[in-house]
Protein backbone atom coordinates (compact mmCIF):
# COMPACT_ATOMS: atom_id res chain seq x y z
CA UNK A 1 0.00 0.00 0.00
CA UNK A 2 1.18 3.18 -0.93
CA UNK A 3 -1.07 6.03 1.06
CA UNK A 4 -3.63 5.04 4.19
CA UNK A 5 -5.99 7.90 3.41
CA UNK A 6 -7.53 8.91 6.92
CA UNK A 7 -11.02 9.39 7.08
CA UNK A 8 -11.91 11.27 10.60
CA UNK A 9 -15.74 11.32 11.48
CA UNK A 10 -16.38 14.71 10.86
CA UNK A 11 -14.43 14.79 7.58
CA UNK A 12 -17.21 13.15 5.31
CA UNK A 13 -16.72 14.87 2.01
CA UNK A 14 -14.96 13.92 -0.67
CA UNK A 15 -13.08 17.19 -1.92
CA UNK A 16 -10.40 17.26 1.27
CA UNK A 17 -7.50 17.83 0.41
CA UNK A 18 -6.57 13.95 1.87
CA UNK A 19 -8.34 12.53 -1.19
CA UNK A 20 -6.01 14.78 -3.95
CA UNK A 21 -3.50 12.03 -5.93
CA UNK A 22 -5.72 9.04 -4.21
CA UNK A 23 -5.24 6.12 -6.20
CA UNK A 24 -7.32 2.75 -5.80
CA UNK A 25 -4.85 0.64 -6.68
CA UNK A 26 -2.26 2.04 -4.31
CA UNK A 27 -3.94 3.43 -1.76
CA UNK A 28 -7.35 2.74 0.94
CA UNK A 29 -9.40 4.91 3.08
CA UNK A 30 -9.66 4.00 6.41
CA UNK A 31 -12.55 4.55 8.52
CA UNK A 32 -12.96 3.53 12.50
CA UNK A 33 -15.69 3.46 14.88
CA UNK A 34 -14.07 3.75 18.71
CA UNK A 35 -16.15 4.07 21.53
CA UNK A 36 -13.50 6.75 23.12
CA UNK A 37 -14.61 8.99 21.08
CA UNK A 38 -17.97 8.97 22.46
CA UNK A 39 -16.69 8.23 26.41
CA UNK A 40 -13.99 10.84 26.61
CA UNK A 41 -17.15 13.29 27.42
CA UNK A 42 -19.94 11.49 28.43
CA UNK A 43 -21.74 12.03 24.59
CA UNK A 44 -25.01 12.08 24.32
CA UNK A 45 -27.27 9.50 22.49
CA UNK A 46 -27.78 11.84 19.39
CA UNK A 47 -24.48 12.66 19.33
CA UNK A 48 -23.47 9.52 19.26
CA UNK A 49 -26.02 8.40 16.59
CA UNK A 50 -25.36 11.18 14.21
CA UNK A 51 -21.66 10.56 13.60
CA UNK A 52 -22.06 6.69 13.36
CA UNK A 53 -25.16 6.81 10.94
CA UNK A 54 -23.42 9.75 9.17
CA UNK A 55 -20.39 7.41 9.05
CA UNK A 56 -21.58 4.82 7.56
CA UNK A 57 -23.77 6.38 5.06
CA UNK A 58 -20.33 7.81 3.85
CA UNK A 59 -18.62 4.12 3.48
CA UNK A 60 -21.13 3.01 2.14
CA UNK A 61 -20.79 5.48 -0.79
CA UNK A 62 -17.15 5.13 -0.76
CA UNK A 63 -17.71 1.18 -1.28
CA UNK A 64 -20.09 1.96 -4.16
CA UNK A 65 -17.63 3.84 -5.93
CA UNK A 66 -14.98 0.89 -5.82
CA UNK A 67 -13.11 3.09 -3.00
CA UNK A 68 -11.00 0.50 -1.19
CA UNK A 69 -11.81 0.87 2.45
CA UNK A 70 -10.40 -0.50 5.91
CA UNK A 71 -13.62 0.02 8.24
CA UNK A 72 -13.30 -0.82 11.76
CA UNK A 73 -16.89 -1.10 13.40
CA UNK A 74 -17.44 0.11 16.95
CA UNK A 75 -15.72 -2.09 20.35
CA UNK A 76 -13.24 -3.59 17.34
CA UNK A 77 -10.65 -1.68 19.15
CA UNK A 78 -10.54 0.39 22.33
CA UNK A 79 -9.84 3.85 21.18
CA UNK A 80 -8.41 5.74 17.69
CA UNK A 81 -4.64 4.79 18.51
CA UNK A 82 -5.17 1.41 18.39
CA UNK A 83 -7.55 0.90 15.68
CA UNK A 84 -4.38 2.75 13.36
CA UNK A 85 -2.08 0.81 14.76
CA UNK A 86 -3.33 -2.50 13.90
CA UNK A 87 -4.41 -1.30 10.30
CA UNK A 88 -0.64 -0.09 9.74
CA UNK A 89 0.72 -3.55 11.34
CA UNK A 90 -1.60 -5.23 8.68
CA UNK A 91 -1.23 -3.46 6.08
CA UNK A 92 2.47 -1.24 6.11
CA UNK A 93 1.57 1.87 4.18
CA UNK A 94 4.44 4.01 3.25
CA UNK A 95 2.04 7.31 4.25
CA UNK A 96 -0.65 8.22 6.41
CA UNK A 97 -2.02 11.26 4.95
CA UNK A 98 -5.14 13.20 6.59
CA UNK A 99 -6.56 16.78 6.46
CA UNK A 100 -5.67 18.29 9.35
CA UNK A 101 -7.87 17.58 12.36
CA UNK A 102 -10.48 19.92 14.06
CA UNK A 103 -9.32 19.03 17.39
CA UNK A 104 -5.66 18.66 18.91
CA UNK A 105 -5.89 15.63 20.77
CA UNK A 106 -6.47 13.87 17.81
CA UNK A 107 -3.98 15.92 15.95
CA UNK A 108 -1.94 14.53 18.91
CA UNK A 109 -2.75 10.94 18.79
CA UNK A 110 -2.37 10.75 14.96
CA UNK A 111 1.36 12.28 14.98
CA UNK A 112 2.37 10.07 18.20
CA UNK A 113 1.18 7.02 16.29
CA UNK A 114 2.56 7.47 13.42
CA UNK A 115 5.75 8.62 15.00
CA UNK A 116 5.95 4.91 17.08
CA UNK A 117 5.44 3.62 14.01
CA UNK A 118 8.17 4.85 12.20
CA UNK A 119 5.65 5.95 9.18
CA UNK A 120 5.34 9.76 7.03
CA UNK A 121 2.19 11.30 8.36
CA UNK A 122 1.35 13.72 5.41
CA UNK A 123 -1.00 16.32 7.23
CA UNK A 124 -2.91 18.50 4.48
CA UNK A 125 -4.58 22.16 4.99
CA UNK A 126 -8.36 21.66 5.55
CA UNK A 127 -10.22 23.64 2.19
CA UNK A 128 -13.66 23.51 3.39
CA UNK A 129 -13.13 26.60 5.47
CA UNK A 130 -12.98 30.09 3.57
CA UNK A 131 -10.08 31.08 6.42
CA UNK A 132 -7.22 28.21 6.48
CA UNK A 133 -5.36 28.20 9.59
CA UNK A 134 -2.34 30.15 8.35
CA UNK A 135 -4.71 32.75 6.92
CA UNK A 136 -6.30 33.82 10.38
CA UNK A 137 -1.97 34.16 11.85
CA UNK A 138 -1.77 36.30 9.17
CA UNK A 139 -5.15 38.46 10.48
CA UNK A 140 -4.01 38.06 14.01
CA UNK A 141 -0.62 39.02 13.63
CA UNK A 142 0.19 42.24 15.59
CA UNK A 143 -2.96 43.09 16.57
CA UNK A 144 -3.41 43.86 20.40
CA UNK A 145 -6.77 42.10 20.47
CA UNK A 146 -9.15 39.95 17.95
CA UNK A 147 -12.95 40.92 17.74
CA UNK A 148 -15.03 38.92 14.97
CA UNK A 149 -16.52 42.02 13.60
CA UNK A 150 -13.22 43.11 11.55
CA UNK A 151 -12.39 39.53 10.75
CA UNK A 152 -16.12 39.78 9.29
CA UNK A 153 -15.44 43.00 7.02
CA UNK A 154 -12.12 41.41 6.18
CA UNK A 155 -13.78 38.50 4.88
CA UNK A 156 -16.67 39.80 3.07
CA UNK A 157 -14.26 42.16 1.06
CA UNK A 158 -11.71 39.28 0.68
CA UNK A 159 -14.59 36.89 -1.00
CA UNK A 160 -16.85 39.84 -2.48
CA UNK A 161 -19.95 38.45 -0.03
CA UNK A 162 -22.68 40.83 -0.10
CA UNK A 163 -20.77 43.93 -1.53
CA UNK A 164 -21.30 46.43 -3.78
CA UNK A 165 -18.22 47.24 -5.24
CA UNK A 166 -16.06 48.03 -2.26
CA UNK A 167 -19.03 48.57 -0.05
CA UNK A 168 -21.39 46.58 1.77
CA UNK A 169 -24.59 46.16 0.46
CA UNK A 170 -27.35 48.33 1.95
CA UNK A 171 -24.64 50.68 3.42
CA UNK A 172 -23.80 48.92 6.95
CA UNK A 173 -21.70 45.70 7.77
CA UNK A 174 -23.85 44.06 10.17
CA UNK A 175 -27.74 44.64 10.70
CA UNK A 176 -27.79 42.80 14.46
CA UNK A 177 -30.21 45.68 15.84
CA UNK A 178 -32.64 44.42 13.97
CA UNK A 179 -32.13 40.81 14.33
CA UNK A 180 -33.67 40.90 18.22
CA UNK A 181 -37.08 40.56 18.11
CA UNK A 182 -38.73 38.82 20.08
CA UNK A 183 -42.32 36.81 19.44
CA UNK A 184 -44.79 39.01 22.34
CA UNK A 185 -47.70 37.83 24.14
CA UNK A 186 -49.02 35.33 20.84
CA UNK A 187 -46.12 34.21 20.26
CA UNK A 188 -44.39 32.50 17.00
CA UNK A 189 -47.83 31.31 15.76
CA UNK A 190 -47.92 28.88 12.52
CA UNK A 191 -44.65 27.77 12.43
CA UNK A 192 -42.96 25.98 8.83
CA UNK A 193 -42.23 22.24 9.23
CA UNK A 194 -38.36 21.45 9.58
CA UNK A 195 -37.07 18.96 7.05
CA UNK A 196 -36.97 15.80 8.79
CA UNK A 197 -35.52 12.55 7.48
CA UNK A 198 -36.76 9.10 8.63
CA UNK A 199 -34.15 6.33 9.54
CA UNK A 200 -32.99 4.37 7.05
CA UNK A 201 -31.93 0.50 7.84
CA UNK A 202 -28.30 1.49 8.19
CA UNK A 203 -29.37 4.26 10.23
CA UNK A 204 -31.75 2.13 12.29
CA UNK A 205 -29.04 -0.21 12.51
CA UNK A 206 -26.92 2.14 14.71
CA UNK A 207 -29.87 3.65 16.75
CA UNK A 208 -30.54 -0.06 17.97
CA UNK A 209 -26.64 -0.33 18.51
CA UNK A 210 -26.46 3.48 20.42
CA UNK A 211 -29.30 2.47 22.66
CA UNK A 212 -27.97 -1.24 23.91
CA UNK A 213 -24.09 0.18 23.88
CA UNK A 214 -24.45 3.57 25.29
CA UNK A 215 -27.28 2.72 27.41
CA UNK A 216 -26.30 4.33 30.14
CA UNK A 217 -25.55 7.95 28.30
CA UNK A 218 -28.23 10.75 28.37
CA UNK A 219 -30.38 11.45 25.36
CA UNK A 220 -33.13 9.69 23.77
CA UNK A 221 -33.53 8.25 19.84
CA UNK A 222 -37.33 8.17 19.64
CA UNK A 223 -37.35 11.34 16.95
CA UNK A 224 -34.00 10.87 15.79
CA UNK A 225 -34.82 12.28 12.13
CA UNK A 226 -30.78 14.50 11.55
CA UNK A 227 -29.66 14.66 7.78
CA UNK A 228 -26.45 12.30 7.68
CA UNK A 229 -25.83 11.87 3.73
CA UNK A 230 -25.17 14.48 1.78
CA UNK A 231 -28.09 14.74 -0.24
CA UNK A 232 -30.32 15.08 2.97
CA UNK A 233 -27.90 18.05 3.91
CA UNK A 234 -28.52 19.32 0.61
CA UNK A 235 -32.51 19.33 1.30
CA UNK A 236 -32.56 20.57 4.79
CA UNK A 237 -30.04 23.97 3.12
CA UNK A 238 -32.90 23.89 0.60
CA UNK A 239 -35.80 24.22 2.75
CA UNK A 240 -34.20 26.41 5.14
CA UNK A 241 -33.83 28.61 2.23
CA UNK A 242 -37.30 28.74 1.22
CA UNK A 243 -39.19 28.64 4.33
CA UNK A 244 -37.59 29.85 7.23
CA UNK A 245 -34.93 32.13 6.33
CA UNK A 246 -36.92 35.49 5.75
CA UNK A 247 -37.97 34.86 9.41
CA UNK A 248 -34.59 34.27 10.43
CA UNK A 249 -33.26 38.01 10.90
CA UNK A 250 -35.98 39.34 13.20
CA UNK A 251 -36.34 36.44 15.34
CA UNK A 252 -32.87 34.69 15.55
CA UNK A 253 -32.47 35.60 19.11
CA UNK A 254 -35.94 34.54 20.19
CA UNK A 255 -37.65 31.88 22.57
CA UNK A 256 -40.39 30.07 23.31
CA UNK A 257 -41.65 27.27 25.40
CA UNK A 258 -41.74 23.61 23.49
CA UNK A 259 -40.53 25.44 20.37
CA UNK A 260 -37.22 24.04 19.48
CA UNK A 261 -37.31 24.61 16.19
CA UNK A 262 -38.71 27.76 15.12
CA UNK A 263 -36.61 29.81 12.48
CA UNK A 264 -33.07 28.40 12.79
CA UNK A 265 -31.67 26.40 9.91
CA UNK A 266 -30.25 23.28 11.97
CA UNK A 267 -27.55 23.09 9.86
CA UNK A 268 -24.62 23.34 11.65
CA UNK A 269 -24.81 19.62 12.03
CA UNK A 270 -24.19 18.89 8.35
CA UNK A 271 -21.58 21.68 7.52
CA UNK A 272 -19.14 20.50 11.00
CA UNK A 273 -19.19 16.73 9.57
CA UNK A 274 -19.02 18.84 6.55
CA UNK A 275 -21.71 17.18 4.58
CA UNK A 276 -22.68 20.54 3.84
CA UNK A 277 -19.96 23.44 2.78
CA UNK A 278 -19.88 26.64 4.06
CA UNK A 279 -19.29 28.71 0.78
CA UNK A 280 -22.74 26.85 -0.50
CA UNK A 281 -24.82 28.00 2.34
CA UNK A 282 -23.59 31.25 2.09
CA UNK A 283 -24.02 31.22 -1.75
CA UNK A 284 -27.76 30.36 -1.68
CA UNK A 285 -28.17 32.58 1.19
CA UNK A 286 -26.86 35.52 -0.84
CA UNK A 287 -29.13 34.62 -4.23
CA UNK A 288 -31.91 34.05 -1.67
CA UNK A 289 -31.50 37.97 -0.96
CA UNK A 290 -30.35 39.00 -4.85
CA UNK A 291 -33.55 37.44 -5.77
CA UNK A 292 -35.62 39.25 -3.65
CA UNK A 293 -36.73 35.89 -1.39
CA UNK A 294 -35.71 37.32 2.00
CA UNK A 295 -34.64 40.69 3.48
CA UNK A 296 -31.18 42.02 3.84
CA UNK A 297 -31.14 41.87 7.22
CA UNK A 298 -32.26 37.99 7.55
CA UNK A 299 -29.68 36.84 4.65
CA UNK A 300 -26.74 39.33 6.42
CA UNK A 301 -27.68 38.03 9.84
CA UNK A 302 -27.61 34.47 8.76
CA UNK A 303 -24.04 34.72 6.73
CA UNK A 304 -22.79 36.60 9.48
CA UNK A 305 -22.99 33.24 11.82
CA UNK A 306 -21.06 31.23 8.92
CA UNK A 307 -18.77 33.65 7.23
CA UNK A 308 -18.07 35.49 10.37
CA UNK A 309 -18.34 33.85 13.72
CA UNK A 310 -18.14 30.21 12.52
CA UNK A 311 -14.27 31.14 10.44
CA UNK A 312 -13.80 33.33 13.48
CA UNK A 313 -14.08 30.76 16.51
CA UNK A 314 -11.83 28.59 14.46
CA UNK A 315 -8.98 30.27 13.83
CA UNK A 316 -9.30 31.52 17.96
CA UNK A 317 -9.31 27.69 18.40
CA UNK A 318 -5.86 26.76 16.71
CA UNK A 319 -4.46 30.80 17.47
CA UNK A 320 -4.14 29.49 21.04
CA UNK A 321 -4.31 26.09 21.66
CA UNK A 322 -3.13 23.71 23.11
CA UNK A 323 -3.12 26.07 26.02
CA UNK A 324 -6.85 27.84 25.69
CA UNK A 325 -8.26 24.60 26.91
CA UNK A 326 -7.13 25.66 30.32
CA UNK A 327 -8.17 29.49 30.56
CA UNK A 328 -10.40 30.31 33.48
CA UNK A 329 -9.78 34.26 34.19
CA UNK A 330 -13.01 34.58 36.27
CA UNK A 331 -11.43 31.75 38.56
CA UNK A 332 -14.90 29.91 38.76
CA UNK A 333 -14.81 26.90 40.33
CA UNK A 334 -17.95 26.00 41.13
CA UNK A 335 -19.32 22.29 40.12
CA UNK A 336 -21.74 21.79 36.87
CA UNK A 337 -25.21 21.24 38.98
CA UNK A 338 -26.56 17.70 38.04
CA UNK A 339 -29.74 19.10 36.47
CA UNK A 340 -27.73 19.45 33.52
CA UNK A 341 -28.03 15.94 32.59
CA UNK A 342 -31.70 15.79 33.44
CA UNK A 343 -33.40 18.87 33.26
CA UNK A 344 -34.59 18.39 36.82
CA UNK A 345 -35.21 21.72 37.83
CA UNK A 346 -37.99 24.32 38.67
CA UNK A 347 -36.68 27.02 36.73
CA UNK A 348 -38.60 27.37 33.10
CA UNK A 349 -36.05 28.09 31.09
CA UNK A 350 -33.48 25.71 31.80
CA UNK A 351 -36.18 22.55 32.20
CA UNK A 352 -37.62 23.35 28.50
CA UNK A 353 -34.54 23.81 27.10
CA UNK A 354 -32.48 21.11 28.66
CA UNK A 355 -35.52 18.34 28.19
CA UNK A 356 -35.14 19.25 24.49
CA UNK A 357 -31.44 19.26 24.48
CA UNK A 358 -31.51 15.79 25.50
CA UNK A 359 -34.76 14.91 23.47
CA UNK A 360 -33.19 16.28 20.14
CA UNK A 361 -29.52 16.78 20.53
CA UNK A 362 -30.06 20.58 19.40
CA UNK A 363 -30.78 24.20 21.20
CA UNK A 364 -30.41 27.07 19.16
CA UNK A 365 -27.56 29.81 19.56
CA UNK A 366 -29.65 32.03 22.63
CA UNK A 367 -30.64 28.78 24.65
CA UNK A 368 -27.18 27.62 24.83
CA UNK A 369 -25.29 31.14 25.22
CA UNK A 370 -28.02 33.06 27.15
CA UNK A 371 -29.67 29.87 29.16
CA UNK A 372 -27.58 27.13 29.91
CA UNK A 373 -24.50 29.03 29.28
CA UNK A 374 -25.37 32.09 31.13
CA UNK A 375 -25.97 30.34 34.03
CA UNK A 376 -23.21 28.57 34.49
CA UNK A 377 -21.53 31.92 34.09
CA UNK A 378 -23.48 33.48 37.00
CA UNK A 379 -23.35 30.57 38.85
CA UNK A 380 -18.95 30.37 38.34
CA UNK A 381 -19.17 26.86 37.24
CA UNK A 382 -15.58 25.43 36.20
CA UNK A 383 -14.81 26.41 32.37
CA UNK A 384 -13.90 22.80 31.72
CA UNK A 385 -16.47 21.01 33.24
CA UNK A 386 -19.55 23.14 31.07
CA UNK A 387 -16.86 22.87 27.91
CA UNK A 388 -17.22 19.17 28.36
CA UNK A 389 -21.27 19.36 29.18
CA UNK A 390 -21.29 21.23 25.46
CA UNK A 391 -18.99 18.81 23.57
CA UNK A 392 -21.27 15.78 25.35
CA UNK A 393 -24.51 17.30 24.59
CA UNK A 394 -24.91 18.51 21.23
CA UNK A 395 -25.29 17.04 17.54
CA UNK A 396 -22.97 19.46 16.46
CA UNK A 397 -20.58 19.48 19.01
CA UNK A 398 -17.05 19.21 17.51
CA UNK A 399 -13.81 21.17 19.53
CA UNK A 400 -12.83 23.94 17.33
CA UNK A 401 -16.31 25.12 17.20
CA UNK A 402 -17.77 23.96 21.05
CA UNK A 403 -14.56 25.26 23.17
CA UNK A 404 -14.26 29.06 21.63
CA UNK A 405 -17.85 29.33 22.06
CA UNK A 406 -17.68 28.22 25.57
CA UNK A 407 -14.48 29.11 26.69
CA UNK A 408 -14.60 32.62 25.38
CA UNK A 409 -17.82 33.54 24.24
CA UNK A 410 -20.47 32.23 26.74
CA UNK A 411 -17.71 31.85 29.72
CA UNK A 412 -15.36 34.89 29.24
CA UNK A 413 -12.59 32.45 30.97
CA UNK A 414 -10.23 33.77 28.17
CA UNK A 415 -10.50 37.14 29.95
CA UNK A 416 -11.63 38.98 26.28
CA UNK A 417 -9.08 37.47 23.96
CA UNK A 418 -12.38 36.60 22.52
CA UNK A 419 -15.26 38.74 23.24
CA UNK A 420 -14.73 42.02 24.62
CA UNK A 421 -17.49 41.64 27.55
CA UNK A 422 -18.59 39.17 29.54
CA UNK A 423 -22.13 38.36 28.24
CA UNK A 424 -24.25 38.18 31.65
CA UNK A 425 -27.59 39.63 32.41
CA UNK A 426 -30.86 39.25 34.95
CA UNK A 427 -33.41 36.84 34.47
CA UNK A 428 -35.37 39.66 32.77
CA UNK A 429 -33.38 39.03 29.80
CA UNK A 430 -34.90 35.88 29.13
CA UNK A 431 -37.95 37.56 30.34
CA UNK A 432 -38.05 40.01 27.23
CA UNK A 433 -36.58 37.04 24.87
CA UNK A 434 -39.30 34.15 25.15
CA UNK A 435 -42.30 33.33 26.96
CA UNK A 436 -40.60 31.13 29.74
CA UNK A 437 -40.64 33.02 33.12
CA UNK A 438 -44.61 33.33 32.41
CA UNK A 439 -45.09 29.75 33.51
CA UNK A 440 -41.81 29.92 35.97
CA UNK A 441 -42.15 30.33 39.94
CA UNK A 442 -39.24 32.94 40.03
CA UNK A 443 -40.14 36.80 38.95
CA UNK A 444 -37.09 38.19 37.20
CA UNK A 445 -37.39 41.14 38.82
CA UNK A 446 -36.49 40.09 42.10
CA UNK A 447 -32.55 39.92 43.27
CA UNK A 448 -33.57 38.06 47.15
CA UNK A 449 -36.26 36.20 48.80
CA UNK A 450 -37.48 33.19 47.74
CA UNK A 451 -39.39 34.13 44.56
CA UNK A 452 -36.07 35.96 43.07
CA UNK A 453 -35.22 34.28 39.76
CA UNK A 454 -32.24 32.81 40.19
CA UNK A 455 -30.54 34.06 37.24
CA UNK A 456 -31.00 37.72 38.33
CA UNK A 457 -29.23 36.46 41.94
CA UNK A 458 -26.21 35.23 40.59
CA UNK A 459 -26.09 37.85 38.03
CA UNK A 460 -25.30 40.39 41.04
CA UNK A 461 -23.23 38.10 42.71
CA UNK A 462 -21.44 37.72 39.55
CA UNK A 463 -20.45 41.30 39.55
CA UNK A 464 -19.78 41.13 43.42
CA UNK A 465 -17.18 38.01 42.81
CA UNK A 466 -15.73 39.76 40.12
CA UNK A 467 -15.72 43.69 40.47
CA UNK A 468 -12.00 44.01 40.46
CA UNK A 469 -11.36 41.70 37.53
CA UNK A 470 -14.29 43.67 35.38
CA UNK A 471 -14.49 47.29 36.77
CA UNK A 472 -12.20 48.47 33.89
CA UNK A 473 -13.69 47.19 31.16
CA UNK A 474 -15.29 50.15 29.69
CA UNK A 475 -17.92 47.61 27.91
CA UNK A 476 -19.37 46.43 31.97
CA UNK A 477 -19.32 50.57 33.19
CA UNK A 478 -23.07 50.82 33.35
CA UNK A 479 -23.39 47.59 35.24
CA UNK A 480 -20.39 48.21 37.59
CA UNK A 481 -21.75 51.59 38.03
CA UNK A 482 -25.42 49.97 38.84
CA UNK A 483 -23.78 47.72 41.18
CA UNK A 484 -22.33 50.75 43.27
CA UNK A 485 -25.65 51.73 44.49
CA UNK A 486 -26.36 48.27 46.15
CA UNK A 487 -26.00 49.19 49.86
CA UNK A 488 -24.76 46.40 52.52
CA UNK A 489 -27.71 44.34 53.26
CA UNK A 490 -28.73 43.92 49.71
CA UNK A 491 -25.10 42.75 48.85
CA UNK A 492 -25.31 40.30 51.92
CA UNK A 493 -28.81 38.98 51.46
CA UNK A 494 -27.23 38.34 47.62
CA UNK A 495 -24.08 36.72 48.57
CA UNK A 496 -26.36 34.57 51.05
CA UNK A 497 -28.80 33.45 48.71
CA UNK A 498 -26.14 32.96 45.70
CA UNK A 499 -24.38 29.88 48.28
CA UNK A 500 -27.11 28.43 48.85
CA UNK A 501 -27.68 28.00 45.54
CA UNK A 502 -24.28 26.86 44.51
CA UNK A 503 -22.53 29.81 43.30
CA UNK A 504 -19.12 30.09 46.37
CA UNK A 505 -19.39 25.50 46.65
CA UNK A 506 -15.90 24.96 44.95
CA UNK A 507 -16.45 21.81 42.11
CA UNK A 508 -15.96 18.11 43.70
CA UNK A 509 -14.52 17.29 40.42
CA UNK A 510 -13.36 18.61 37.15
CA UNK A 511 -13.80 15.99 35.33
CA UNK A 512 -15.32 15.44 31.90
CA UNK A 513 -18.10 13.42 32.86
CA UNK A 514 -21.20 13.75 35.11
CA UNK A 515 -20.72 13.23 38.74
CA UNK A 516 -21.79 10.10 38.24
CA UNK A 517 -22.60 7.63 35.97
CA UNK A 518 -25.30 6.39 37.97
CA UNK A 519 -27.46 9.65 37.57
CA UNK A 520 -27.92 9.50 34.14
CA UNK A 521 -29.97 6.07 33.93
Known sequence: MRNLVLVLGDQLNRDAS?????????????????????????????????????????????????????????DAYPDFSAALAATIAKTRPHRLVVTEPGEWRVLQTLAATAAAHGIALDLRADRHFYCSRADFARHAGGRKQLRMEYFYREQRRRFGVLMDGDAPVGGAWNYDAENRSSFGARGPGLLPERARFAPDDTTRAVLDLVNTR???????????????????????????????????????????????????????????????????????????????HVPLAAAEGFIRQILGWREYVRGVYWHFMPGYSGENALDAHAGLPTFY?????????????????????????????????????????????????YLAAYVDAVEWVELPNTLGMSQFADGGAMASKPYAATGQYIHRMSNYCKGCRYNPAQKTGDAACPFTTLYWDFLLRNETKLVSNPRMALQMKNLARLDAAERDAIRARSAWLGATRPAASTAACPPSRGSLQ
Not at 21 to 33: H, I, L, N, V
Not at 59 to 69: F, K, M, Q, S, T
Not at 250 to 259: E, K, L, R, S, V
Request: with cysteine.
Open 18 to 74: AWDGFDPRQDSAWMAEVADESTHVWSSKPRIALFLAAMRHFAADLRADGVPLVYHPL
Open 214 to 292: FAAHPGALENFDWPVTRAQALTALARFIEERLPCFGAYQDAMWTNQPWLYHAQLSAALNLKLLAPHEVVQAAETAFRTG
Open 341 to 389: WTGDTDMACLADTLRQTFATGYAHHIQRLMVTGLYALLLGVEPGQIHAW
